[in-house]
């Protein structure tokens, strides 16, 4: 994730659960998205 596209890379991640809720890698990857948006990008 590039920085400041975290709420793009977020989105991203979503479809991909939605997509295949077991794919572990997306989840982990969503987790660290959303970890890493600032309080002003939610």
């Not at 975290?6 to 659960?17: G, H, N």
């Not at 997509?19 to 002003?40: H, M, Q, S, W």
Request: no cysteine; net charge positive; glycine share 8%.
């Amino acid at each position: 994730m590039r920085q400041g596209r975290t709420r793009e890379a977020a989105a991203s991640f979503e479809r991909a659960v939605r997509l295949d809720p077991t794919d572990e890698d997306a989840r982990e990857r969503l987790r660290v998205a959303r970890a890493l948006r600032g309080p002003g990008d939610r």
